[in-house]
């Protein structure tokens, strides 16, 4: 039976091998997005990755590791926010005898938080902005009206405006249980993000971009001088 922690390990060695830290940077470029559904977030990280030159940590890189370490993917899997509430993972317990108690859940996912973050890189979703609240990491909250978010969704998949409602509640939902269940926190929290970005009023996807990435630098700047000020206080 496969073994978490050392799928956990792979996975974190995996990707630091295929990817250099960018220069110029005291500390690695870390960007968390926590998303509302149809908000473009994906997009938005991954022309993110592209002008900051880091890599994207979503659920489709858990899934492609997962087929690299040739291992049960229910094991990489269980990092994924769509697990949902943490109470529910005796079922993955029954199944693969794992032990995924929600103590062990919550501790293995902010090892690999952390361990990305030591990296570098754009991580999406699963409560990262909580584990990563301190530091040079930029924290971003992609929001919006349930009807504004069901209007994309329904034009992108191609389903009614009443369907698309539906999944947008649902998604939103389930993100916002898996965050509570893991971290105690809620979703909507603005004290939690430096950067909140409010879609229904923002729809020019690459001058959103930029204004992240000059964010990156203006949180490096700022911790670094406030590590500088604190150095000559000491």
């Known amino acids: ?11 974190v060695a995996a990707v630091g091998a295929e990817k250099d830290r960018p220069k110029g940077h005291k500390y690695p470029v870390v960007v968390t997005i926590s998303r509302d559904d149809g908000t473009h977030g994906h997009l938005i990280a991954e022309k993110l990755s592209q002008k900051l030159g880091v890599p994207i940590f979503d659920k489709e890189l858990v899934e492609k590791l997962a087929e690299r370490l040739d291992t049960d993917h229910k094991v990489v899997k269980a990092l994924d926010e769509g697990v949902g509430r943490a109470r529910d993972m005796w079922l993955y317990r029954l ?7 929600p103590g062990t859940y919550r501790r293995h996912l902010v090892n690999v938080i952390l361990s990305l973050a030591h990296m570098g890189g754009i ?8 584990v990563l609240n301190t530091g040079a990491a930029l924290r971003v909250r992609l929001t919006g009206t349930i009807p504004a978010c069901a209007k994309r ?5 191609g389903i009614s405006f009443e369907d698309a409602i539906k999944e947008v509640k649902r998604i939103n939902s389930k993100r916002g249980k898996f965050v509570w269940d893991m971290f105690q926190s809620r979703l909507n929290e603005p004290q939690n993000f430096d950067i909140v970005i409010n879609m229904d009023r ?3 996807i690459d001058q959103i971009v930029s204004t992240l990435a000059a ?4 949180i490096h700047v700022s911790v670094e001088t406030d590590e500088e000020a604190e150095a000559k206080k000491g």
């Open 1 to 11: 039976m496969p073994n978490i922690q050392a799928a956990l390990n792979a996975m």
């Open 95 to 101: 199944v693969t005898g794992v032990d995924v108690t």
């Open 123 to 130: 991580i999406v979703g699963r409560g990262a902005h909580v």
């Open 153 to 157: 969704i329904s034009e992108e998949k």
């Open 202 to 204: 923002m729809s020019n």
């Open 215 to 218: 964010a990156v630098e203006a």
